[in-house]
Nanobody
Framework: QVQLVESGGGLVQPGGSLRLSCAASGFTLRHYAIGWFRQAPGKEREGVSC??????SYADSVRGRFLISSDNAKNMVYLQMNRLKPEDTAVYYC?????????????????WGQGTQVTVSS
């Protein structure tokens, strides 16, 4: 059974850091594209970052502040978020594209985690 579980969210002051984790089960994540998304109240869901065996990407709003990485031995994907801003406040989700040879080019995410809340506030 495919499952994605996010953790690591919380309350942090502006300028602070958080590391989100996405634990995958039921598949080997290194073969597929894994994305991070976020959704703030009243706003549409936004793609934040993606990682696959062949490529990666970042939204302009987070490039240079966020870093996506994976630990294939643990079947985990991480999102290190630095220099956080109040506008980064959202529920963060990880998602998986389990099509063969999926990449961060036009991924189709069929599986989603339940999300973790990130609040950036003083």
């Amino acid at each position: 059974q495919v499952q994605l579980v996010e953790s690591g969210g919380g309350l942090v002051q502006p300028g602070g850091s958080l590391r989100l984790s996405c634990a995958a089960s039921g598949f080997t994540l290194r073969h597929y594209a894994i994305g991070w998304f976020r959704q703030a109240p009243g706003k549409e869901r936004e793609g934040v970052s993606c990682i696959s065996s062949s490529d990666g990407s970042y939204a302009d709003s987070v490039r240079g502040r966020f870093l996506i990485s994976s630990d294939n031995a643990k079947n985990m994907v991480y999102l290190q978020m630095n220099r956080l801003k109040p506008e980064d406040t959202a529920v963060y989700y990880c998602a998986a594209d389990l099509r063969p040879r999926s990449s961060c080019q036009k991924p189709t995410y069929d599986y989603w985690g339940q999300g973790t809340q990130v609040t950036v506030s003083s």
